[in-house]
């Protein structure tokens, strides 16, 4: 029978997989970091991540667009839409060009909430500023790799 990663990790001391669990870990500090930031905001951390996504991509987003961006159903991001409209961080208009579409900006409070919320990977940034800049380079081609090749995996 096959070993699993986990088995790999653990029983074999197989670097490969020490590396998958060791980014699996990262991004579960990544997650609860996130999770901190929306708390305080009383958001969810899809909601945060549409706050940031709105306010630092220069297209004006439309439900569709954001749910591409962030790889979730339409459905899952109107039902996230919802109630930053009703708290009025985010104002929804119909599209000039398309009746069905509408365009999403972020009201003055919504403006500060993102602002606010965008520090929550100041403690992830802090750790590695201090990285050497070869290693940060080489760390961002091995990344980037991974993630285009696991982006071509769900096509």
């Known amino acids: 029978m096959a070993k699993t ?3 790999k990790a ?13 980014l699996e870990k990262l991004n579960q500090s990544i997650d ?9 905001h009383g958001l969810s951390p899809l909601q945060i991540r549409l706050l940031l996504i709105i306010r630092h ?45 509408s365009a999403l900006k972020l009201t ?13 990977f100041e403690p992830l940034y802090q750790l590695i500023v201090p990285i050497d800049k070869s290693e940060k380079e080489l760390m961002l081609k091995n990344i980037s790799g991974i993630l285009g090749k696991l982006n071509a995996l769900k096509k």
Not at 10 to 19: R, S, T, V
Not at 32 to 40: F, G, H, I, K, V
């Open 57 to 101: 991509k220069a297209e004006i987003f439309t439900a569709s667009q954001l749910a591409a961006e962030l790889n979730v159903a339409k459905a899952t991001i109107s039902v996230a839409l919802k109630p930053l409209i009703e708290k009025k961080l985010i104002l929804k208009r119909k599209s000039a060009t398309d009746n069905r579409a």
């Open 10 to 22: 653990f029983l074999q001391k197989d670097i490969n997989a020490i590396l998958v669990l060791s």
């Open 5 to 7: 990663v986990f088995e």
């Open 108 to 120: 003055e409070w919504g403006e500060q909430i993102a602002h606010i919320a965008g520090f929550y």
């Open 32 to 40: 609860d970091l996130l999770w901190r930031q929306a708390m305080e």
